[in-house]
C-alpha cells in the first residue's frame, strides 16, 4: 500500500504524468482572440470559454478544466515616463483550474497513486497553459485559483488538513517554480490562490508561501 506520507516526500521526483490531449473546439487561441477583439474602452469582466483536456489514467478517465475571466488594466500615471519603463499590458486574467473523472459527478479518490500521478498530469497542463499565456506581453495572469474537493467527512476543516489538500499543496510547493516569473500561493479557507507577485504577512507568515 502506498502511504500519503511517502507520496508527500516523493512529490516533483520525477513522476511522470499521464498523456493528456485537449478536447473539444475551445482552444487557448479562442482566449487571445477574445482579449484582442475586446473594446478596451470596456472596464467590465468578461468570461473566456472552459478549456477542456482529458487523459486516461490506470482505473478511471479524466477531464481536466481551465476557465477564466479577463478585464482591462487601468494604469495610472504619475508623471513621465523613465527610460527603460515596461510598456503597460492591457488585460488582467484570472485563471480556475479544476479535475473530475469523466462518467462521474463526484471528483472520486482511487487509490494514492494514481490521485498522486492525476495531480501531476493537472499540474502539468495548467502549467504550460499558464506558460503560453504569459508570453503575451499585452495580457497578465493576475491569479490562479485551485480548489480541491474534500472527501466525505472532511466538511469544514480547513484546506490544508485535508486529504487532497495535502497532496495540493505538496505540489505547489515542489513544482510551482516551474511558472514564469514570481509567484505566492496564498492558503485560503477552502481554496489556494496562486497570486502573481512575492507576498508576505508579519502577522500571519503561514499564509503565504513563495514559490
Known amino acids: 500500500m502506498i502511504k500519503l506520507g511517502d507520496i508527500l516526500n516523493e512529490i516533483g521526483e520525477g513522476v511522470t504524468p499521464f498523456p493528456w490531449k485537449r478536447r473539444g473546439v475551445v482552444k487557448l487561441e479562442n482566449w487571445i482572440n477574445d482579449m484582442a477583439t475586446k473594446d478596451k474602452a470596456d472596464h467590465n469582466y468578461e468570461t473566456l470559454p472552459v478549456l477542456e483536456f482529458e487523459f486516461k489514467g490506470e482505473v478511471a478517465t479524466y477531464v481536466a478544466k481551465i476557465g477564466g475571466n479577463f478585464n482591462r488594466h487601468v494604469t495610472i500615471s504619475f508623471g513621465a515616463k523613465k527610460p527603460g519603463t515596461p510598456k503597460p499590458f492591457d488585460w488582467n486574467v484570472y485563471v480556475a483550474a479544476s ?46 485559483i485551485l480548489q480541491p474537493k474534500l472527501e466525505d467527512g472532511e466538511e469544514g476543516k480547513p484546506i490544508t488538513q485535508s486529504k487532497r489538500g ?43 508561501i513563495n514559490l
Open 99 to 144: 479535475f473530475d473523472v469523466i462518467g462521474s459527478d463526484k471528483e472520486v479518490l482511487t487509490n494514492y497513486g494514481e490521485q498522486f500521478k492525476v495531480i501531476s498530469t493537472v499540474s502539468d497542463i495548467v502549467i504550460k497553459t499558464i506558460n503560453e499565456l504569459i508570453e503575451y506581453e499585452w495580457l497578465k495572469v493576475q491569479e490562479i
Open 166 to 208: 495535502r497532496l495540493y499543496l505538496a505540489y505547489i510547493k515542489k513544482q510551482g517554480s516551474k511558472l514564469k516569473g514570481n509567484w505566492t500561493a496564498a492558503i485560503e479557507k477552502d481554496q489556494f490562490v496562486i497570486k502573481n507577485g512575492t507576498m508576505s504577512s508579519p502577522t500571519n507568515p503561514d499564509k503565504y
